[in-house]
């Protein structure tokens, strides 16, 4: 059964941190791109990192660059997403999903497999 769950959402204070967690069961996340989506009450989703599976390569929204970093580790068939500075619009459910190959995909639909999200809340 392939099933992608994520992890360590929560509440922070503005700056604050958190790391998320995503981690694969039934199909290896290395083979795949992963990407970080998010979505905020009344909006719509909105990627936010992507890495590729071959060549390592990652790319983010301008929204969260400098402040957010993803990454792999393949032994634990799970892709991380450090968040750093933290801010009120970053409130948002966070969805980790796994695209068709192994490039990021621009568009929603090429993301195969998703979780079930985590909430991410930054408020004083």
């Known amino acids: 059964q392939v099933q992608l769950v994520e992890s360590g959402g929560g509440l922070v204070q503005p700056g604050g941190s958190l790391r998320l967690s995503c981690t694969g069961s039934?199909?290896?996340?290395?083979?795949?791109?992963i990407a970080w989506i998010r979505q905020a009450p009344g909006k719509e989703r909105e990627g936010v990192s992507c890495?590729?599976?071959?060549?390592?390569?990652?790319y983010s929204a301008d929204s969260v660059k400098g402040r957010f970093t993803i990454s792999r580790d393949n032994a634990k068939n799970t892709v991380f997403l450090q968040m750093n500075s933290l801010k009120p619009e970053d409130t948002a459910v966070y969805y980790c999903?796994?695209?068709?190959?192994?490039?990021?995909?621009?568009?929603?639909?090429?993301?195969?497999?998703w979780g079930q999200g985590t909430q991410v809340t930054v408020s004083s």
């Open positions: 999903a796994a695209a068709i190959g192994s490039s990021c995909q621009s568009q929603i639909y090429d993301y195969e497999y």
């Open positions: 039934g199909f290896t996340l290395a083979h795949r791109a």
């Open positions: 890495v590729n599976s071959r060549d390592g390569n990652s």
